[in-house]
Protein backbone atom coordinates (compact mmCIF):
# COMPACT_ATOMS: atom_id res chain seq x y z
CA UNK A 1 0.00 0.00 0.00
CA UNK A 2 1.37 3.78 -0.92
CA UNK A 3 0.79 5.74 1.68
CA UNK A 4 0.30 9.22 1.06
CA UNK A 5 2.11 12.09 2.64
CA UNK A 6 0.59 13.12 6.12
CA UNK A 7 -1.21 16.42 6.77
CA UNK A 8 0.11 17.37 10.06
CA UNK A 9 2.86 16.72 12.01
CA UNK A 10 2.00 12.86 13.59
CA UNK A 11 2.10 14.23 16.74
CA UNK A 12 -0.80 16.60 16.02
CA UNK A 13 -2.72 13.79 14.22
CA UNK A 14 -1.85 11.18 17.00
CA UNK A 15 -4.63 13.20 18.80
CA UNK A 16 -7.48 12.38 17.28
CA UNK A 17 -6.57 9.25 16.49
CA UNK A 18 -6.11 8.06 19.86
CA UNK A 19 -8.99 9.80 20.87
CA UNK A 20 -11.53 7.33 18.49
CA UNK A 21 -9.70 3.85 19.64
CA UNK A 22 -9.64 5.28 23.01
CA UNK A 23 -13.44 4.74 22.70
CA UNK A 24 -13.22 0.86 22.01
CA UNK A 25 -12.04 0.28 25.92
CA UNK A 26 -14.80 2.98 26.54
CA UNK A 27 -17.26 0.86 25.10
CA UNK A 28 -15.69 -2.60 25.56
CA UNK A 29 -13.77 -2.82 28.90
CA UNK A 30 -15.58 0.35 31.01
CA UNK A 31 -18.76 -0.24 29.88
CA UNK A 32 -19.58 3.32 29.53
CA UNK A 33 -21.10 3.98 26.02
CA UNK A 34 -21.76 7.78 26.73
CA UNK A 35 -17.70 7.94 27.29
CA UNK A 36 -17.56 5.99 24.01
CA UNK A 37 -19.67 8.23 22.15
CA UNK A 38 -18.09 11.42 23.65
CA UNK A 39 -14.26 10.24 22.47
CA UNK A 40 -15.90 9.35 18.92
CA UNK A 41 -17.01 12.82 18.90
CA UNK A 42 -14.31 14.78 20.45
CA UNK A 43 -11.60 12.37 18.04
CA UNK A 44 -13.73 13.29 14.89
CA UNK A 45 -14.28 16.87 15.67
CA UNK A 46 -10.16 17.18 16.76
CA UNK A 47 -9.16 15.14 13.14
CA UNK A 48 -11.52 17.81 11.29
CA UNK A 49 -10.06 20.75 13.11
CA UNK A 50 -6.43 19.54 12.28
CA UNK A 51 -6.93 19.48 8.79
CA UNK A 52 -8.81 22.71 8.74
CA UNK A 53 -6.01 23.83 10.21
CA UNK A 54 -3.28 21.85 8.65
CA UNK A 55 -2.38 21.42 4.61
CA UNK A 56 -4.69 21.15 2.18
CA UNK A 57 -6.09 17.45 1.03
CA UNK A 58 -4.86 17.89 -2.55
CA UNK A 59 -0.93 18.18 -2.83
CA UNK A 60 0.77 20.43 -5.35
CA UNK A 61 1.01 17.63 -7.43
CA UNK A 62 -2.37 17.14 -7.70
CA UNK A 63 -3.10 13.98 -5.87
CA UNK A 64 -5.50 13.30 -3.28
CA UNK A 65 -4.19 13.16 0.66
CA UNK A 66 -6.17 10.97 2.89
CA UNK A 67 -8.47 12.64 4.98
CA UNK A 68 -7.82 12.02 8.56
CA UNK A 69 -11.61 13.00 9.38
CA UNK A 70 -12.92 10.49 7.32
CA UNK A 71 -11.06 7.64 8.01
CA UNK A 72 -11.09 7.77 11.54
CA UNK A 73 -15.16 8.54 10.81
CA UNK A 74 -15.20 5.00 9.40
CA UNK A 75 -13.37 3.49 12.36
CA UNK A 76 -15.74 5.43 14.47
CA UNK A 77 -19.06 4.02 12.77
CA UNK A 78 -17.63 0.41 12.76
CA UNK A 79 -17.21 1.14 16.53
CA UNK A 80 -20.32 2.64 16.96
CA UNK A 81 -22.51 -0.15 15.24
CA UNK A 82 -21.01 -3.29 17.21
CA UNK A 83 -21.16 -1.31 20.35
CA UNK A 84 -25.19 -1.80 20.18
CA UNK A 85 -25.04 -4.86 21.10
CA UNK A 86 -23.86 -6.92 24.22
CA UNK A 87 -20.72 -9.20 22.96
CA UNK A 88 -21.10 -11.51 25.98
CA UNK A 89 -20.67 -15.24 24.52
CA UNK A 90 -24.75 -16.76 23.67
CA UNK A 91 -25.82 -19.69 21.35
CA UNK A 92 -29.30 -19.19 21.28
CA UNK A 93 -30.75 -18.34 17.69
CA UNK A 94 -31.44 -14.49 18.67
CA UNK A 95 -27.98 -13.91 19.43
CA UNK A 96 -26.59 -15.51 16.52
CA UNK A 97 -28.59 -13.64 14.60
CA UNK A 98 -28.12 -9.83 16.64
CA UNK A 99 -23.89 -10.47 16.04
CA UNK A 100 -24.41 -11.82 12.65
CA UNK A 101 -26.26 -8.19 11.73
CA UNK A 102 -23.89 -6.04 13.86
CA UNK A 103 -20.50 -7.24 13.53
CA UNK A 104 -21.26 -7.52 10.05
CA UNK A 105 -22.73 -4.16 9.56
CA UNK A 106 -19.90 -3.24 11.53
CA UNK A 107 -17.57 -4.36 8.00
CA UNK A 108 -20.05 -3.38 5.18
CA UNK A 109 -21.41 -0.14 6.16
CA UNK A 110 -17.74 1.75 6.79
CA UNK A 111 -16.89 0.02 3.29
CA UNK A 112 -20.01 1.25 1.72
CA UNK A 113 -19.21 4.44 2.84
CA UNK A 114 -15.70 4.54 1.75
CA UNK A 115 -16.62 3.23 -1.93
CA UNK A 116 -19.74 4.57 -2.77
CA UNK A 117 -20.13 8.04 -0.49
CA UNK A 118 -16.16 9.31 -0.05
CA UNK A 119 -15.40 7.47 -3.24
CA UNK A 120 -12.14 6.04 -2.51
CA UNK A 121 -11.13 2.48 -1.97
CA UNK A 122 -9.42 2.86 1.11
CA UNK A 123 -10.68 -0.31 2.47
CA UNK A 124 -9.58 -3.48 0.75
CA UNK A 125 -9.60 -7.15 1.25
CA UNK A 126 -6.62 -8.62 -0.41
CA UNK A 127 -7.64 -12.09 -0.08
CA UNK A 128 -4.76 -13.27 -2.28
CA UNK A 129 -1.58 -12.49 -3.24
CA UNK A 130 -0.63 -14.59 -5.97
CA UNK A 131 2.52 -15.53 -3.71
CA UNK A 132 2.78 -19.02 -2.33
CA UNK A 133 3.59 -19.77 1.43
CA UNK A 134 7.25 -20.56 2.54
CA UNK A 135 8.59 -22.36 5.26
CA UNK A 136 8.60 -19.71 7.29
CA UNK A 137 4.69 -19.42 6.53
CA UNK A 138 3.54 -23.11 7.12
CA UNK A 139 6.02 -23.16 10.00
CA UNK A 140 4.18 -20.34 11.95
CA UNK A 141 0.94 -22.01 11.70
CA UNK A 142 2.37 -25.57 13.12
CA UNK A 143 3.80 -23.05 16.04
CA UNK A 144 0.08 -21.37 16.13
CA UNK A 145 -0.95 -24.81 17.07
CA UNK A 146 1.91 -25.83 19.47
CA UNK A 147 2.03 -22.52 21.44
CA UNK A 148 -2.22 -22.70 21.56
CA UNK A 149 -2.00 -26.00 22.72
CA UNK A 150 0.18 -25.22 25.64
CA UNK A 151 -0.97 -22.01 26.89
CA UNK A 152 -4.58 -21.77 26.06
CA UNK A 153 -6.11 -24.55 28.43
CA UNK A 154 -3.58 -23.34 31.47
CA UNK A 155 -5.47 -19.64 30.46
CA UNK A 156 -9.19 -20.96 30.19
CA UNK A 157 -9.39 -23.30 33.05
CA UNK A 158 -6.87 -22.02 35.85
CA UNK A 159 -8.49 -18.35 35.48
CA UNK A 160 -12.07 -19.74 35.16
CA UNK A 161 -12.76 -17.41 32.26
CA UNK A 162 -13.94 -20.33 30.03
CA UNK A 163 -16.84 -19.83 32.33
CA UNK A 164 -17.45 -16.40 30.54
CA UNK A 165 -18.64 -18.83 27.50
CA UNK A 166 -21.90 -20.39 27.60
CA UNK A 167 -22.18 -24.54 28.74
CA UNK A 168 -21.96 -26.63 25.93
CA UNK A 169 -22.67 -30.11 26.34
CA UNK A 170 -25.08 -31.19 23.72
CA UNK A 171 -23.65 -31.87 20.14
CA UNK A 172 -26.10 -28.95 18.31
CA UNK A 173 -24.63 -26.38 21.77
CA UNK A 174 -21.15 -27.59 20.32
CA UNK A 175 -21.68 -27.32 16.78
CA UNK A 176 -22.86 -23.70 17.48
CA UNK A 177 -19.78 -22.50 19.36
CA UNK A 178 -17.77 -24.00 16.73
CA UNK A 179 -19.33 -21.68 14.02
CA UNK A 180 -19.55 -18.81 16.04
CA UNK A 181 -16.19 -18.91 17.43
CA UNK A 182 -14.88 -18.98 13.84
CA UNK A 183 -17.04 -16.61 12.43
CA UNK A 184 -15.67 -13.83 15.33
CA UNK A 185 -12.65 -15.04 14.07
CA UNK A 186 -12.55 -14.33 10.60
CA UNK A 187 -14.86 -11.14 11.51
CA UNK A 188 -11.71 -10.10 13.48
CA UNK A 189 -9.26 -9.83 10.61
CA UNK A 190 -11.72 -8.05 8.35
CA UNK A 191 -12.54 -5.27 10.38
CA UNK A 192 -9.56 -5.11 13.09
CA UNK A 193 -6.55 -5.54 10.47
CA UNK A 194 -8.29 -4.64 6.88
CA UNK A 195 -10.51 -1.65 8.84
CA UNK A 196 -9.04 -0.45 11.29
CA UNK A 197 -5.28 -0.95 10.81
CA UNK A 198 -5.45 -0.29 7.50
CA UNK A 199 -7.25 3.12 7.47
CA UNK A 200 -4.79 4.16 10.46
CA UNK A 201 -2.10 3.17 8.23
CA UNK A 202 -2.65 6.01 5.48
CA UNK A 203 -2.15 8.23 7.98
CA UNK A 204 0.73 6.76 10.83
CA UNK A 205 3.71 4.39 10.91
CA UNK A 206 3.11 1.35 10.67
CA UNK A 207 4.08 0.34 13.67
CA UNK A 208 2.10 2.85 15.37
CA UNK A 209 -0.84 2.11 13.81
CA UNK A 210 -0.15 -1.22 14.95
CA UNK A 211 -0.49 -0.41 18.62
CA UNK A 212 -3.91 1.99 17.93
CA UNK A 213 -5.47 -0.82 16.53
CA UNK A 214 -4.61 -3.25 19.15
CA UNK A 215 -6.10 -0.99 21.65
CA UNK A 216 -9.52 -1.71 19.61
CA UNK A 217 -8.70 -5.30 19.25
CA UNK A 218 -7.78 -6.38 22.52
CA UNK A 219 -10.73 -4.13 24.15
CA UNK A 220 -13.23 -5.98 21.96
CA UNK A 221 -11.88 -9.32 22.64
CA UNK A 222 -11.87 -8.31 26.75
CA UNK A 223 -15.56 -7.75 26.56
CA UNK A 224 -15.95 -10.69 24.29
CA UNK A 225 -14.75 -12.93 27.34
CA UNK A 226 -10.84 -12.57 27.54
CA UNK A 227 -10.87 -11.40 30.93
CA UNK A 228 -8.55 -11.82 33.97
CA UNK A 229 -4.56 -11.86 32.31
CA UNK A 230 -5.77 -12.14 29.04
CA UNK A 231 -4.74 -9.16 27.70
CA UNK A 232 -1.34 -10.89 28.52
CA UNK A 233 -2.09 -13.41 25.77
CA UNK A 234 -4.31 -10.96 23.34
CA UNK A 235 -2.10 -7.91 23.00
CA UNK A 236 1.00 -10.11 22.07
CA UNK A 237 -1.36 -11.64 19.15
CA UNK A 238 -3.33 -8.54 18.10
CA UNK A 239 0.60 -6.75 17.61
CA UNK A 240 1.35 -9.82 15.53
CA UNK A 241 -1.55 -10.46 13.54
CA UNK A 242 -1.09 -6.84 12.51
CA UNK A 243 2.84 -7.55 11.84
CA UNK A 244 2.24 -10.58 9.40
CA UNK A 245 -0.35 -8.91 7.59
CA UNK A 246 2.44 -6.28 7.00
CA UNK A 247 4.70 -8.74 5.95
CA UNK A 248 2.13 -11.07 4.23
CA UNK A 249 -0.35 -8.29 2.67
CA UNK A 250 -2.92 -11.61 2.60
CA UNK A 251 -5.94 -11.85 4.28
CA UNK A 252 -5.85 -15.63 3.77
CA UNK A 253 -2.63 -16.21 5.79
CA UNK A 254 -3.94 -13.75 8.74
CA UNK A 255 -7.27 -15.46 8.78
CA UNK A 256 -5.55 -18.98 8.52
CA UNK A 257 -3.55 -17.76 11.48
CA UNK A 258 -6.52 -16.74 14.14
CA UNK A 259 -9.25 -19.85 12.63
CA UNK A 260 -5.97 -22.32 14.02
CA UNK A 261 -5.70 -20.63 17.30
CA UNK A 262 -9.19 -20.39 16.98
CA UNK A 263 -9.48 -24.18 16.52
CA UNK A 264 -7.94 -24.63 20.13
CA UNK A 265 -9.97 -22.37 21.29
CA UNK A 266 -12.89 -24.23 20.99
CA UNK A 267 -11.26 -27.12 21.83
CA UNK A 268 -10.50 -25.90 24.88
CA UNK A 269 -13.96 -24.67 25.91
CA UNK A 270 -15.27 -27.99 24.80
CA UNK A 271 -12.80 -29.81 27.17
CA UNK A 272 -13.34 -26.76 29.90
CA UNK A 273 -17.29 -28.14 30.18
CA UNK A 274 -16.80 -31.80 29.33
CA UNK A 275 -13.47 -33.15 31.34
CA UNK A 276 -12.35 -35.84 30.18
CA UNK A 277 -14.72 -35.33 26.41
CA UNK A 278 -11.10 -34.30 24.81
CA UNK A 279 -8.31 -35.57 27.01
CA UNK A 280 -5.95 -34.30 24.73
CA UNK A 281 -4.38 -31.35 26.80
CA UNK A 282 -1.76 -31.45 29.61
CA UNK A 283 -4.52 -29.38 32.23
Known amino acids: MTQ ?3 SAPVGVRLVPAALVCAAAPAFFVAALPWL ?12 LLVERRGEPLTGADGSRRPSLTRDLSLIALGMLIVSVIPLAAE ?17 LVP ?8 RDRAIRFPWRTGQRWGVLHWGWLVAVLVLGWLILPFYFITSGVYQNWPVVDTPDLIARLFV ?11 FFICTVFALLRRHFPDALANVLQAVVFVSFLWELGYREWGPLLTIPFALLQGFIFLRTHSLAYVVTVHLLFDAVVFAVLVHAHNPGLLPIFLV
Open 180 to 190: GVGAVGIWDEL
Open 36 to 47: GWLLLALGVGAA
Open 91 to 107: LDNLAMLRFTLALGGAV
Open 4 to 6: APP
Open 111 to 118: YLVSRFVY
